[in-house]
Each structure stands twice: as structure tokens, then as C-alpha cells.
């Protein structure tokens, strides 16, 4: 199995690439869902829903929407990969917020709306395939990346480049800098999913590394990956 962001380039080059691609995602991310309940995989796009998708607001070339705005969605909470499965049956994902720019936009929305926390793409590569990736250790550092576009992030511990000051929250349950895995000295449950807080820690709104189980409404975006391959199996579709 490739690494899972190196081979991001081809997934662009033909229907049937993308076709391959999506299985190879489905069973990475198949076997990474296996730790909480078995058998999961992620969903593949509905035509009809991409054509029809929620377009709440439009940056950058993309389209997001959160799901408490979208009657059908709205007072639903989702555990990370379904949420993740809500927005791809739309050609969307998760968000993922790369820029400041993006993130400050997340973050007002989150603001404006009192929402007090959501899902992001952001996940630990802890699952299988990891493993060999010296790169990414120590993991709470640089073992982070956007599950979206598979896309490495900044090491936890810098402020990205680019950005003014560090997304990751300061403090926490543990009273130390996210991420701190700190469910694992619970329950042993790693704190692999990234949401947004809406200063449950009196911080602010901030990145926090929470285990993935949790039930949280989420922000869908675009994606590019999924919208390119409805188009190209379903000619004529307007997206
Ligand atoms: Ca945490």
C-alpha cells in the first residue's frame, strides 16, 4: 500500500485511477475505522446528493456547509468517520483548514453561530500503513495530516508556515498544549480526530485532539477528488 499522501498527484489522472483510488482509501481508511466498530468503510459519492449538495458559503473554489444549517442535519451529531461519510456522499469531506485564511473563516463561523465544536479532516496517522513512517515520529509532533486531500500538517509544536501563532490549543483536560492525547490515561482511548472547541477550556476557539467515537456535528467542504470523479462517470451532470 502506497503512503497514503505521496500518491495524491495521480488520483487526477482518469476515472479509472480515481476508481482504484477511492478503493485504496476505502480500505485504508476501513482498516483505521476497525478500531471502534468493525466493518466500516467509507462512503462513496451519490451523484444525485453532489449535484444537490449544500452550498452554505464559497471560498477558494470550494463550497462548505455546516451540517446544523441543512434541515435534514441539523440537531444530528456524528463520530468522526460518519461524519466524514455525511459530506462524501455529497462529492465533499470533511473540512480542512491548510491557511489561516480558511481556518479563520471556520473559526467565525463557529463564532457567529455559538457552535460549540465541530469535526475537522485532521486525523493521526496511528492506523496500519503508519507504522514504517519514521517521518511522522514522534507522532504527536509530526504525525499529523488532513484525511481529505492526505495532506501532512505542520508539526504540532510550530506555528504553521504562514500563519501568526499556533492553532492548537494552549491548554486542555490535562492543562497542557493540544495535542495531548489525554483520553488515553482514561480510558486507553487514543485521541486520533481533530475538532474545533468553542472554549470548552476556557481557551477560546482552538485545535484539540479528541478520540474519534465523540458524536459533533461537522463542516463539509468540497472535494476536488470526489467532484472529478462523479463528473467523469456521470457526463452531463451539472456539479
Ligand atoms: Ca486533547
Same mark, same amino acid.
Given at each position: 500500500?502506497?503512503?497514503?499522501? &505521496? $500518491?495524491?498527484?495521480?488520483?487526477?489522472?482518469? *476515472?479509472?485511477?480515481?476508481?482504484? #483510488?477511492? %478503493? @485504496?482509501?476505502?480500505?485504508?481508511?476501513?482498516?483505521?475505522?476497525? *478500531?471502534?466498530?468493525?466493518?466500516?468503510?467509507?462512503?462513496?459519492? /451519490?451523484?444525485?446528493?453532489?449535484?444537490?449538495?449544500?452550498?452554505?458559503?464559497?471560498?477558494?473554489?470550494?463550497?462548505?456547509?455546516?451540517?446544523?444549517? %441543512?434541515? #435534514?442535519? *441539523?440537531?444530528?451529531?456524528?463520530?468522526?468517520?460518519?461524519?466524514?461519510?455525511?459530506?462524501?456522499?455529497?462529492?465533499? !469531506?470533511?473540512?480542512?483548514?491548510?491557511?489561516?485564511?480558511?481556518?479563520?473563516?471556520?473559526?467565525?463561523?463557529?463564532?457567529?453561530?455559538?457552535?460549540?465544536?465541530?469535526?475537522?479532516?485532521?486525523?493521526?496517522?496511528?492506523?496500519?500503513?503508519?507504522?514504517?513512517?519514521? !517521518?511522522?515520529?514522534? &507522532?504527536?509532533?509530526?504525525?499529523?495530516?488532513?484525511?481529505?486531500?492526505?495532506? &501532512?500538517?505542520?508539526?504540532?509544536?510550530?506555528?504553521?508556515?504562514?500563519?501568526?501563532?499556533?492553532?492548537?490549543?494552549?491548554?486542555?483536560?490535562?492543562? /497542557?498544549?493540544?495535542? !495531548?492525547?489525554?483520553?488515553?490515561?482514561?480510558?486507553?482511548?487514543?485521541?486520533?480526530?481533530?475538532?474545533?472547541? $468553542?472554549?470548552?477550556?476556557?481557551?477560546?476557539? *482552538?485545535? +484539540?485532539? @479528541?478520540?474519534?467515537? +465523540?458524536? &459533533?456535528?461537522? %463542516?463539509?467542504?468540497?472535494?476536488?477528488?470526489?467532484?472529478?470523479?462523479?463528473?467523469?462517470? $456521470?457526463?452531463?451532470?451539472?456539479?
Amino acid at each position: 500500500m502506497p503512503p497514503l499522501w &505521496k $500518491n495524491a498527484n495521480s488520483l487526477t489522472a482518469t *476515472a479509472m485511477m480515481q476508481t482504484w #483510488a477511492l %478503493v @485504496v482509501c476505502a480500505a485504508a481508511l476501513a482498516a483505521l475505522a476497525g *478500531a471502534q466498530k468493525p466493518g466500516r468503510f467509507l462512503s462513496l459519492p /451519490q451523484p444525485q446528493k453532489c449535484a444537490n449538495r449544500p452550498k452554505e458559503f464559497f471560498y477558494r473554489g470550494h463550497n462548505y456547509f455546516f451540517t446544523g444549517h %441543512v434541515p #435534514a442535519l *441539523a440537531n444530528k451529531k456524528f463520530d468522526w468517520l460518519d461524519g466524514r461519510n455525511i459530506c462524501r456522499e455529497y462529492c465533499m !469531506d470533511l473540512v480542512s483548514m491548510e491557511t489561516q485564511e480558511e481556518n479563520n473563516l471556520i473559526f467565525k463561523l463557529i463564532q457567529t453561530n455559538d457552535i460549540p465544536y465541530i469535526w475537522t479532516s485532521g486525523r493521526l496517522c496511528d492506523f496500519k500503513g503508519c507504522e514504517s513512517r519514521k !517521518d511522522l515520529e514522534p &507522532k504527536n509532533i509530526f504525525g499529523w495530516f488532513w484525511s481529505a486531500n492526505r495532506e &501532512k500538517m505542520s508539526p504540532t509544536n510550530q506555528i504553521p508556515n504562514g500563519w501568526g501563532y499556533n492553532p492548537w490549543s494552549q491548554t486542555g483536560h490535562k492543562k /497542557q498544549r493540544q495535542p !495531548d492525547n489525554a483520553e488515553f490515561d482514561i480510558n486507553g482511548t487514543t485521541e486520533s480526530c481533530l475538532s474545533i472547541l $468553542n472554549n470548552v477550556y476556557n481557551d477560546g476557539i *482552538a485545535w +484539540h485532539d @479528541v478520540a474519534c467515537y +465523540h458524536e &459533533k456535528p461537522v %463542516v463539509c467542504e468540497d472535494s476536488e477528488e470526489l467532484l472529478n470523479y462523479v463528473a467523469s462517470t $456521470n457526463p452531463g451532470l451539472r456539479l
